[in-house]
């Protein structure tokens, strides 16, 4: 079983920067592929990013692409989420998510493990 805590979420003027870190529990964290995905209201969750489990790889939905710079520190068993050049559509809620499976993947069923989410929003 995996616990997942995400923090670093808020309130950011349009243009601004935000970073997420999500914690992990598990001591065979490197194992995990990582992503985050986003649910803004009335919509469905979309991917956002994802990180192989060296975090030598890494794949952006194109809406982020330049903008968002997932990241992963092994030995802090955290993946991070650096969000620049924040526009008002990036507004939802963010759910970081672990898979023991392939990495990479932008389905929110292929992960196993997910946290409770963490507020972004971003006003115009």
């Known amino acids: 079983q995996v616990q997942l805590v995400e923090s670093g979420g808020g309130l950011v003027q349009a243009g601004g920067s935000l970073r997420l870190s999500c914690a992990a529990s598990?001591?065979?964290?490197?194992?995990?592929?990582m992503a985050w995905f986003r649910q803004a209201p009335g919509k469905e969750r979309e991917f956002v990013s994802a990180i192989s489990w060296s975090g030598g790889t890494t794949y952006y939905a194109d809406s982020v692409k330049g903008r968002f710079t997932i990241s992963r520190d092994n030995t802090k068993n955290t993946v991070y989420l650096q969000m620049n050049s924040l526009k008002p559509e990036d507004t939802a809620v963010y759910y970081c998510?672990?898979?023991?499976?392939?990495?990479?993947?932008?389905?929110?069923?292929?992960?196993?493990?997910w946290g409770q989410g963490t507020q972004v929003t971003v006003s115009s």
């Open positions: 598990a001591s065979t964290f490197s194992t995990y592929g």
């Open positions: 998510a672990a898979t023991r499976g392939t990495y990479g993947s932008r389905l929110g069923s292929n992960y196993d493990y």
